[in-house]
């Protein structure tokens, strides 16, 4: 690849450049926010050791950079296919997940001009920096750049740095819990929860899930013994954390990512994984073990249980269910049958969620994206999600481990998504390994 990009170094046009750019450039070009995002959660633990606040780095520094790269690589790669003269249905129809992400960003455009170019819509609230153009970045910087790169040595590199971070996190707030050191603990009088590097207990929950799913799959499918059983051990450390934080909607989004992990491997291989099924044993054993000092799973089962029967047989206390979230859920539906075509805004739902609970965001990231901007919005949401599963369905044959195990953090985020709200430090997994799990690897160094 030096030797072409020389080449281009010395093009006469830009037309004659982009001829003589690599496909292999765009990926590596593709692949560098990503990077960023995942080595960022290192950065921010050395900052939280060493001055304990790591939170603006990320969400200030970073996030001009990853609007830049995410721009430059799509430029780069809508030229490539320019000057290559692929037609653009062929483009669309490589990738249709992202025709659905700009058929949603293209109405959330429409939304923010009906509703107005809010303080919201054009820099977030305060404590989350959510503008529009983050989120336009989740589908640029995030899915598209992750899409496309199908090189399997980039994408070995992101995951296992993912992995290897996850491990070095995790062990980090291990330390802090055993030695009592609370570097990565949240104090309240009534309990202690961990929220890591993140400004909420939940948020970290998000990691913890797509940490240990990945590792989870990698366990299952990877053949060298070292990095099989690193993984093992980054799933039981992560496990603990994650019982240790009490974050049940989380919880069962890992069980479920497991069930996934279960059901994709039966399917590929026409047979049970002996590896899948043992970790979805150490998931049930660590969790009995851990209720035995502190019982807060089979109560959390039991809590929802009652929480099922509140809901349906429309009881009074049915406004606890879900941790509170209940009530969110109904204003949230409220508001959109309100207005359904192009929502209430960024943010535009807050005041009226703060009337039901001292809470402003819904804590469920598909009724947000539909209260925000719309059902058709909502629907071009749920079809990019569900197009990267039916085309891994259709290519199934053709799926890495990598494949395989983006894939499955991916369901499990999905999953998580039903319970919680969406931040830029942990929304980014969603979009990264959904990308990663559409772009089937080859195994070439360069694609030309």
Same mark, same amino acid.
């Given at each position: 690849?030096?030797?072409?990009?020389?080449? =281009?170094?010395?093009?006469?046009?830009?037309?004659?450049?982009?001829?003589?750019?690599?496909?292999?450039?765009?990926?590596?070009?593709?692949?560098?926010?990503? &990077?960023?995002?995942?080595?960022?959660?290192?950065?921010?633990?050395?900052?939280?050791?060493?001055?304990?606040?790591?939170?603006?780095?990320?969400?200030?520094?970073?996030?001009?950079?990853?609007?830049?790269?995410?721009?430059?690589?799509?430029?780069?790669?809508?030229?490539?296919? !320019?000057?290559?003269?692929?037609?653009?249905?062929?483009?669309?129809?490589?990738?249709?997940?992202?025709?659905?992400?700009?058929?949603? *960003?293209?109405?959330?455009?429409?939304?923010?001009?009906?509703?107005?170019?809010?303080?919201? *819509?054009?820099?977030? !609230?305060?404590?989350?920096?959510?503008?529009?153009?983050?989120?336009?970045?989740?589908?640029?910087?995030?899915?598209?750049?992750?899409?496309?790169?199908?090189?399997?040595?980039?994408?070995?590199?992101?995951?296992?740095?993912?992995? *290897?971070?996850?491990?070095?996190?995790?062990?980090?707030?291990?330390?802090?819990?055993?030695?009592?050191?609370?570097?990565?603990?949240?104090?309240?009088?009534?309990?202690?929860?961990?929220?890591?590097?993140?400004?909420?207990?939940? !948020?970290?929950?998000?990691?913890?899930?797509?940490?240990?799913?990945?590792?989870?799959?990698?366990? &299952?499918?990877?053949?060298?013994?070292?990095?099989?059983?690193?993984?093992?051990?980054?799933?039981?450390?992560?496990?603990?954390?994650?019982?240790?934080?009490?974050?049940?909607?989380?919880?069962?989004?890992?069980?479920?990512?497991?069930?996934?992990?279960?059901?994709?491997?039966?399917?590929?291989?026409?047979?049970?994984?002996?590896?899948?099924?043992?970790?979805?044993?150490?998931?049930? &054993?660590?969790?009995?073990?851990?209720?035995?000092?502190?019982?807060?799973?089979?109560?959390?089962?039991?809590?929802?249980?009652?929480?099922? +029967?509140?809901?349906?047989?429309?009881?009074?206390?049915?406004?606890?269910?879900?941790?509170?979230?209940?009530?969110?859920?109904?204003?949230?539906?409220?508001?959109?049958?309100?207005?359904?075509?192009?929502?209430?805004?960024?943010?535009?739902?807050?005041?009226?969620?703060?009337? =039901?609970?001292?809470?402003?965001?819904? !804590?469920?990231?598909?009724?947000?994206?539909?209260?925000?901007? +719309?059902?058709?919005?909502?629907?071009?949401?749920?079809?990019?999600?569900?197009?990267?599963?039916?085309?891994?369905?259709?290519?199934?044959?053709?799926?890495?481990?990598?494949?395989?195990?983006?894939?499955?953090? *991916?369901?499990?985020?999905?999953?998580?998504?039903?319970?919680?709200?969406?931040?830029?430090?942990?929304?980014?997994?969603?979009?990264?390994?959904? +990308?990663? +799990?559409?772009?089937?690897?080859?195994?070439?160094?360069?694609?030309?």
């Amino acid at each position: 690849m030096k030797e072409k990009l020389k080449a =281009v170094m010395k093009a006469k046009t830009l037309r004659e450049a982009l001829e003589l750019l690599p496909w292999s450039f765009i990926e590596v070009m593709a692949a560098i926010p990503i &990077a960023m995002f995942i080595i960022s959660v290192l950065i921010d633990t050395i900052m939280m050791i060493v001055i304990a606040y790591p939170y603006l780095f990320l969400l200030n520094d970073m996030w001009i950079s990853f609007y830049i790269l995410g721009g430059l690589s799509i430029l780069l790669y809508i030229g490539k296919c !320019h000057v290559e003269k692929i037609k653009f249905r062929d483009v669309i129809k490589q990738n249709i997940p992202m025709t659905f992400f700009i058929g949603m *960003a293209v109405l959330i455009l429409i939304s923010t001009m009906i509703n107005g170019w809010t303080e919201y *819509a054009i820099y977030g !609230h305060p404590s989350r920096y959510e503008s529009i153009f983050v989120y336009f970045s989740y589908f640029i910087s995030f899915f598209f750049c992750s899409s496309i790169i199908k090189n399997e040595k980039i994408k070995k590199f992101l995951i296992y740095s993912f992995l *290897a971070i996850s491990l070095i996190y995790g062990i980090c707030v291990g330390v802090s819990l055993i030695f009592d050191t609370y570097t990565f603990v949240m104090l309240r009088p009534e309990t202690t929860f961990i929220n890591g590097i993140y400004s909420n207990p939940n !948020h970290y929950a998000f990691y913890l899930t797509v940490s240990i799913t990945c590792c989870s799959a990698f366990f &299952a499918l990877e053949k060298k013994k070292i990095i099989k059983w690193l993984c093992f051990v980054s799933f039981v450390v992560n496990l603990i954390i994650l019982l240790k934080n009490d974050t049940f909607g989380c919880y069962l989004s890992t069980f479920g990512g497991l069930l996934f992990l279960l059901i994709v491997l039966v399917i590929i291989n026409k047979r049970i994984d002996k590896n899948t099924l043992f970790l979805i044993g150490a998931f049930i &054993a660590v969790s009995f073990i851990f209720n035995l000092f502190e019982p807060t799973v089979i109560g959390n089962f039991l809590r929802f249980g009652a929480d099922i +029967g509140s809901v349906f047989q429309d009881k009074e206390n049915a406004k606890y269910a879900g941790t509170g979230r209940w009530p969110l859920w109904k204003e949230t539906i409220k508001s959109i049958i309100e207005k359904p075509f192009f929502g209430h805004g960024t943010e535009g739902i807050r005041e009226r969620l703060l009337a =039901v609970k001292p809470i402003d965001r819904t !804590h469920n990231e598909y009724l947000q994206y539909t209260a925000f901007y +719309g059902i058709p919005a909502g629907i071009c949401y749920l079809a990019a999600i569900m197009s990267v599963f039916i085309h891994g369905l259709k290519n199934k044959k053709k799926l890495s481990k990598y494949e395989i195990a983006a894939l499955a953090a *991916a369901f499990a985020y999905c999953f998580s998504a039903f319970f919680g709200s969406s931040r830029t430090y942990t929304a980014p997994y969603l979009f990264i390994f959904l +990308g990663l +799990g559409f772009g089937i690897c080859n195994k070439q160094e360069e694609k030309e």
